[in-house]
């Protein structure tokens, strides 16, 4: 058996050692928390956790939770993960009495991430603005709520140069958002662009021209010494991108770059030169 004054010495040692191991044991710190941020699981010593030790969160009434519900001190003195913080959530925004909400809404209070449908109430109308509006956090909407406002009617559809309305409008006819007028080109005329004006609040929409065709009469034909390689004729109209092909009279050759056979280009025509 081992003398009493060794057994202190070895209990000495113990004590020691224990005491200088959890002198070196670090420690986590909470800092300063989110004010709107409940935490659960606090130790009395308040400002330090011990390695292991696991705190939980809560946000207030109106709050959205951002980052981690739990968080544990790692024997390194570090949280395994960043505090979390409280996002306000939004509330229901005030619309106009024209405007609905079609999503499905409880209560007033609208987490980050989540969106609003709006419609208008009635089937005339036309929104003005966005159909979806997003809570950002903090209280925070992505857009404006929208306005519903009555559609513009369209008056009689605008002339077209070298062409007409497929059908007979009266001038003082009244369109409604929607509607569509066709047009047509007079004949030798070629339409360029969708055929179709839209009216659109108020404004007609929709481009078109009527191209011309090229016409070549005798006089032009005398001018350049030349005649049509096929027919017996001294006037013809080509219309927009077709072709005309000529030959020198007799006794005459073609001088200059411009060959015999020429198209049409929205009324203009370079005729070939025969001396």
């Not at 005649?227 to 050759?253: E, N, Q, S, W």
């Not at 020429?262 to 070939?272: A, H, N, S």
Request: aromatic share 8%; net charge negative.
């Amino acid at each position: 058996m081992k003398p009493l004054w060794f057994m202190f010495l070895v209990l000495q040692a113990f004590l020691s050692v224990e005491f200088s191991w959890s002198q070196n044991v670090n420690t986590c710190e909470i800092g300063v928390p989110d004010p709107n941020l409940y935490v659960s699981e606090l130790t009395p010593t308040g400002g330090t956790m011990k390695p292991g030790h696991k705190l939980r969160f809560l946000c207030g009434p109106d709050y959205q939770l951002d980052g981690s519900k739990e968080i544990e001190c790692l024997p390194t003195g570090q949280w395994n993960a960043s505090f979390p913080s409280c996002s306000e959530k939004c509330r229901i925004p005030d619309i106009p009495s024209t405007v609905r909400i079609t999503s499905s809404v409880q209560g007033n209070a609208i987490s980050k991430g989540d969106t609003l449908s709006f419609d208008c109430r009635q089937q005339d109308h036309i929104m003005q603005g966005s159909s979806t509006s997003s809570c950002l956090g903090n209280g925070k909407w992505s857009t404006p709520p929208p306005e519903c406002t009555p559609a513009a009617h369209c008056s009689a559809p605008p002339p077209l140069e070298n062409g007409d309305t497929k059908l007979f409008i009266r001038s003082d006819a009244v369109h409604q958002t929607g509607d569509r007028v066709e047009y047509i080109c007079q004949n030798k005329y070629t339409m360029d662009g969708d055929p179709f004006k839209t009216c659109d609040k108020g404004v007609w929409k929709g481009n078109m021209r009527c191209l011309k065709p090229c016409t070549v009469n005798e006089e032009s034909l005398s001018e350049h010494g030349i005649t049509f390689r096929f027919g017996d004729i001294t006037k013809m109209y080509a219309p927009h991108l077709d072709h005309l092909t000529f030959l020198c009279v007799r006794g005459k050759i073609r001088v200059g770059s411009v060959p015999l056979r020429v198209q049409c280009i929205d009324g203009q025509m370079t005729l070939p030169t025969c001396e």
